[in-house]
């Protein structure tokens, strides 16, 4: 059994920044791939960033690219999302996962374990 809980999220201005982190207990979690989706109200959850079991290979969305860099800790258990020049568009609740196959995929029912989610509210 895994456990994830987020942090970080908050209500910000355009442009402004920030991270968000993921801790993990109850497994190995330096041997999983991880991944950041959200969701706004009325939308399904979407992909964001993934990044492999070593933190030397990422994925981005589209809408994302350039903007927000995921990286992870293993030290530390902890994945991150560091989030810049948000926008509007970024507001909704950001989840983090596990994938115990090390596949990092972009779609979510792959995804074995999440966490309950951190709010992003970008205000124009």
């Known amino acids: 059994q895994v456990q994830l809980e987020e942090s970080g999220g908050g209500l910000v201005q355009v442009g402004d920044s920030l991270t968000l982190s993921c801790a993990a207990s109850g497994r190995t979690f330096e041997t999983f791939a991880m991944g950041w989706f959200r969701q706004a109200p009325g939308n399904e959850r979407e992909f964001v960033a993934a990044i492999n079991w070593s933190g030397d290979t990422t994925y981005y969305a589209d809408s994302v690219k350039g903007r927000f860099t995921i990286s992870r800790d293993n030290t530390k258990n902890t994945l991150y999302l560091r989030m810049n020049s948000l926008k509007p568009d970024d507001t909704a609740v950001y989840y983090c996962?596990?994938?115990?196959?090390?596949?990092?995929?972009?779609?979510?029912?792959?995804?074995?374990?999440w966490g309950q989610g951190t709010q992003v509210t970008v205000s124009s």
């Open positions: 996962a596990i994938d115990i196959t090390n596949t990092t995929p972009m779609t979510a029912r792959l995804y074995d374990y």
